[in-house]
């Protein structure tokens, strides 16, 4: 199982962090982060459940992830295996991970997908989304798998759909002349974009619409 400490900072101050597997002693807790992260427009049937969680840890332990900063719990990440085919990357978040209750993970896949990350409120701006991406990673190394591979919501695009499709909200999102909080987020953390996705989660601010980021296996050639 995976554990890793090491410190954040806030306003220069440093506080111990821990990286961990969650269990099954952490999904209440869970479950109130995720409510804390996804308020309303972000449907509530979305949250985490008890089922949920169970086959997390069941079916891929090493695939939930989260982390602690002074003995709080403030934030997970989870994953599950699939056999990525880049020819047809169309896919819904609901398909791909079988609504969050990941019973097709696949022990033989070459992809690591991120199921979900979400970071409580009062312990954003740490660097916690990315230590947790950090341990991801290190677990697409450690298997030897070909990528991690997730949707990222585009919450700004709301704003602008009126003006531009999806994929020219990316491109000026990579352009550096829009800040997404979630494609912008995921692009400091490593990941690129690989492709819009048209409905692939029940999500207005996003129009419906996400981007499959990926992060190839550096040690990885062909």
């Not at 697409?140 to 999806?166: F, H, I, N, S």
């Not at 020219?168 to 995921?186: K, M, S």
């Not at 029940?202 to 062909?222: H, T």
């Amino acid at each position: 199982m995976y554990r890793k400490e090491l410190y954040v900072f806030e306003k220069g101050r440093p506080r111990r962090a821990v990286v961990r597997n969650y269990t099954a002693e952490d999904f209440d807790e869970l479950i109130q982060i995720q409510a804390e992260s996804f308020p309303p427009p972000f449907p509530s049937e979305l949250w985490w459940n008890r089922e949920q969680l169970t086959n997390h840890v069941t079916l891929f332990p090493e695939g939930a992830i989260c982390v602690e900063v002074d003995g709080v719990l403030a934030g997970s990440m989870t994953g599950l295996l699939v056999a990525f085919d880049p020819a047809h990357p169309e896919h819904s978040w609901e398909e791909i991970t079988d609504s969050g209750y990941i019973r097709n993970h696949d022990p033989h896949g070459d992809t690591l997908y991120i199921v979900d990350i979400c970071i409580r409120p009062s312990h954003r701006k740490l660097g916690l989304g990315q230590l947790m991406m950090q341990a991801m990673y290190e677990l697409v190394v450690q298997r030897g798998l070909k990528r991690l591979l997730g949707g990222g919501r585009m919450p700004g695009y709301g704003r602008y759909a009126d003006e531009w499709t999806p994929e020219q909200y990316v491109e000026r999102v990579v352009a550096g002349e829009v800040q997404d909080p979630v494609i912008t987020f995921l692009m400091r953390c490593g990941r690129t974009p690989l492709q819009v996705v048209e409905n692939y989660l029940d999500d207005e601010e996003s129009r419906n619409c996400a981007v499959l980021m990926v992060w190839n296996n550096p040690f990885l050639r062909g």
